[in-house]
């Protein structure tokens, strides 16, 4: 089933290169985590009095990108979710329990985005789809482009950083509940550098 | 008399035995108590305070009691045990001791996974050592689950067989965990 799975991945892959090279001038890029220029980061209100920031050690994606034609960007994204690390062993085990992510049940939370809007010279609003502990909702990412060129090593590269908003308890994690109303809401930052295929 | 002899246990391994099987059984009730507490109740920090603390200092209390052991006539089964109840003795103490020493170290990685020392009674600090391990905090926390049940399972039996000996059998092998002194072979003593 892998094996299937992962030649179709392929010549979809290579039909998709080859409709590329004949049509638009996008590139494709994989985000960097052999290097990890990249981060998946997020924070949360501790009792209302302070910021609590946690991180997924693993994931990997990618995205397209045209500088002459923005809004044909997109990004798929795949979490790891068993890999959340907010620095502290004992919470870590409780945010992967059931109480929280439940990552034995739902070890994948995936991004995968369906529209770009620029919004400035280097701003745009990305839309798409957030998988998160089984449940699927439309999510809005603010995207800032940072920049992208050669670089030192023959390749080439661009990098992005993305901020928004989730309320978990939307995706079935019972944060309010739990933690107080304080800490419904959840920051995402997704920074990601991306090297040309 | 403190130290063994080998008809009879001394004080001090009796005072051991006890304190060990009292602190496990209450460290197994705090532990399943805690682990449901709300972020909000007053004992969420202070449960596990408690529970890693007394764990701590539990640890410490087997180490001695294992070199005490070792340091001592170990008394000879009563003659009036069979050569496989006397094998099963065997057994079930050596297992004691090993579940127990693996409950420490488990639940020791449960909140020393990722560097953070263990705060005893605020009196010292516990540092962390093995670390870097990904995921090892879930590891440690299932085994410390299963061996928890595990190790209170066999203290039943184990209470259980004491009884047996005691009512059915009518020999002295719970009073020889009671009494540190020598007692008439084979009876109740009287």
Redesign the interface.
């Known amino acids: 089933m892998k094996k299937l799975a992962g030649i179709l991945t392929t010549v979809m892959a290579l039909s998709g290169a080859v409709l590329l090279s004949a049509g638009a001038q996008a590139d494709n890029y994989v985000i960097d985590t052999k290097g990890m220029h990249a981060f998946v980061q997020f924070r949360v209100k501790h009792l209302g009095y302070s910021w609590l920031y946690g991180r997924f050690n693993k994931f990997s994606g990618d995205f397209r990108y045209d500088p002459k034609r923005p809004e044909a960007s997109r990004i798929s994204l795949e979490i790891d979710t ?2 959340v ?1 907010s ?4 919470r ?2 409780h945010l ?1 329990s059931s109480d929280f992510l439940n990552t034995d049940k739902f070890p994948k939370a995936t991004f995968k985005s369906t529209a770009y809007k620029p919004t400035g010279k280097s701003t745009g609003e990305l839309t798409g789809n957030l998988t998160l502990h089984g449940v699927t909702r439309p999510v809005t990412i603010a995207v800032e482009h940072i920049g992208g060129g050669v670089d030192p090593w023959g390749g080439y590269r661009h990098g992005f950083e993305g901020r928004a908003v989730i309320m978990p308890d939307e995706f079935g994690i019972k944060m309010i509940e ?3 109303p304080e800490s419904g809401q959840v920051e995402l930052f997704l920074t990601v550098e991306g090297i040309r295929k | 008399m403190l130290k063994n002899t080998p008809t009879a246990y001394g004080s001090v391994a009796i005072v051991l035995h006890w304190l060990t099987a009292l602190t496990v059984v209450g460290l197994f009730a705090l532990g399943l108590w805690m682990v449901d507490l ?3 109740d007053a004992w969420y920090q202070r449960g ?1 305070d408690l529970h890693r603390s007394i764990g701590v200092l539990l640890a410490a209390v087997v180490i001695l009691r294992l070199l005490w052991r070792l340091g001592n006539p170990r008394p000879t089964p009563l003659p009036s045990h069979r050569v496989w109840e006397q094998a099963v003795a065997r057994g079930v103490h050596a297992l004691f001791y090993i579940l127990l020493l693996a409950m420490f170290a488990s639940g020791y990685l ?7 020392g263990i705060s005893v009674f605020d009196w010292f600090i516990l540092p962390a050592t093995i670390t870097g391990i ?5 590891i440690a ?1 299932d085994v410390h689950e299963i061996l928890a049940f595990t190790v209170i399972g066999l203290g039943a039996a184990h209470g259980l067989a004491a009884l047996k000996h005691h009512f059915i059998d009518r020999d002295n092998t719970l009073l020889r965990m009671l009494v540190p002194r020598s007692l008439s072979d084979g009876s109740n003593g009287e």
């Open positions: 068993s890999s690390d620095n502290h062993a004992e870590d085990k992967r739990q933690l107080g | 709300t972020y909000y596990p449960i909140t020393t996974a990722k560097g953070q990904d995921n090892l905090e879930d926390g």
